[in-house]
């Protein structure tokens, strides 16, 4: 198949781009580096060193003997967005193309407008390009389990069956988001499930976990294909954050008493779901959302599991939460779509979390320490 990767020069889009390559796909990338420009923004970059995107497919050439092609450009210009998809015509578009970080669009009102701009309207203008040029095109989108927030009954896939004074109903699950950008993603899902019903297009949204682990079968070829690894703050995912800071010696930092439970995965899953939903595509019309995630654990649990691992000691340190959060929840998740499509998950137990440390090891003088605590409240713009 085709396969348009977008945001492809990111953290998750670099590796899904390989593995489909690596497994007979047509694959292309397109990205606008704004990722990159975080970076230098917050004086954090990621602490694994990564190629420039076309020095990296170069690589993966050299490597593989398979070629990627390359689009650069922003999707919120609607007019290359429209170009990329003509030019390379393909038969599935993969959207990881968002700013992704939640405590990144809660700096200031600035940075939310970015978010939900560069988000929302990259989208629309996508779901456009697809229903203009070829309304057949599957699109494959990353939204995040943070759609849903912590409910107090069980989160099922995407849709729930709703039965009110007598009558039933088949309704989106209702979503309450933590943040602007969780926000972004609920406004991204709403407008694809109304392209799927008012254009007939086929899509599938991926609620995905938050993503741990920094190599891949291919990223781990050659030093040139590493993807990138965030610690700070403002873009390190949990897990990934408490394994650098067990490795720099440094207090695992937990916000509040850690009762938060996330759904979690690891990026070798993620990129094997990335394929699973585009080699079995959605049905016209159909907006299928499946939660891409295969375990889940409080942010304590998490902490516990990497000191644990870790060999040597490690300090935990609870936080005044920098977030607004019910510190502790029920949650359940239903995650068996994808793997009734054939996902074998690896479970945090597989021995992952060791090989972490020696990545991190091998890069810990790249660490800017001012950058590993929270500055960013999610009150802040409330006058005390
Ligand atoms: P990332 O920031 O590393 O990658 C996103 C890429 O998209 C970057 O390279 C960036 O430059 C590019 N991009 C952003 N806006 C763009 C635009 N307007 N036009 C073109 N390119 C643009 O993020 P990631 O961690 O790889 O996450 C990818 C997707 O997966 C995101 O949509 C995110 O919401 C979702 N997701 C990630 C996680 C996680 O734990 N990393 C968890 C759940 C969901």
Redesign the pocket.
């Given at each position: 198949m085709r396969v348009l990767v977008?945001?492809g020069?990111?953290?998750?889009?670099w590796p899904t781009a390989l593995h489909l390559s690596d497994k007979g796909h047509e694959v292309a990338v397109?990205?606008?580096?704004?990722?990159r420009k975080y970076d230098v923004e917050l004086e954090a970059e990621s602490l694994v060193p990564i190629e420039d995107l076309p020095t990296r497919i170069a690589a993966w050439e050299e490597v593989s003997g398979k070629k990627i092609a390359l689009f650069e450009g922003?999707?919120?210009d609607a007019e290359f967005t429209y170009s990329a998809v003509r030019d390379f015509a393909p038969d599935s578009i993969v959207h990881?193309?968002?700013?992704?970080s939640a405590p990144y669009s809660m700096i200031d009102r600035d940075h939310a407008v970015y978010t939900q701009q560069?988000n929302v309207v990259?989208n629309l203008n996508l779901l456009y390009a697809i229903a203009e040029i070829n309304p057949d095109i599957h699109l494959v989108k990353?939204g995040?389990m943070g759609e849903y927030g912590t409910p107090n009954i069980d989160i099922e896939e995407g849709w729930l069956e709703v039965e009110h004074n007598g009558r039933k109903d088949r309704m989106l699950y209702p979503k309450k988001p933590g943040s602007f950008y969780h926000l972004s993603?609920v406004h991204d899902s709403h407008n694809i499930e109304f392209a799927c019903r008012i254009w007939d297009l086929r899509a599938t949204d991926l609620n995905?976990?938050?993503?741990y682990g920094q190599q891949t079968a291919q990223t781990a070829l050659d030093p040139r294909l590493a993807t990138?690894f965030d610690y700070d703050a403002v873009f390190g995912?949990v897990l990934n954050r408490f394994v650098i800071q067990a490795v720099l010696g440094q207090p695992l930092t937990v916000y509040g008493k850690g009762g938060q439970t996330r759904g979690l995965i690891d990026v070798r899953d993620t990129v094997e779901c990335i394929r699973l939903a585009v080699e079995n595509p959605a049905d016209r019309g159909e907006f299928r959302v499946f939660n891409q995630m295969t375990e889940s654990y409080s942010v304590a649990q998490i902490a516990e599991i990497v000191a644990n691992c870790f060999p040597g000691p490690v300090q935990i340190e609870n936080l005044d939460n920098p977030r607004v959060e019910q510190p502790e929840h029920y949650y359940n998740v239903i995650h068996t779509g994808l793997v009734e499509l054939g996902l074998q998950p690896h479970l945090l137990s597989d021995t992952l979390i060791e090989s972490m440390f020696d990545i991190v090891g091998a890069n810990k003088h790249r660490v800017n320490d001012d950058r590993m605590r929270p500055t960013v409240r999610w009150r802040g713009a409330i006058k005390s």
């Open positions: 977008l945001g020069d990111g953290y998750l889009g397109l990205d606008n580096y704004a990722r922003d999707l919120c990881f193309a968002e700013q992704r560069n990259g990353l995040t993603k995905q976990g938050v993503v990138r995912t």
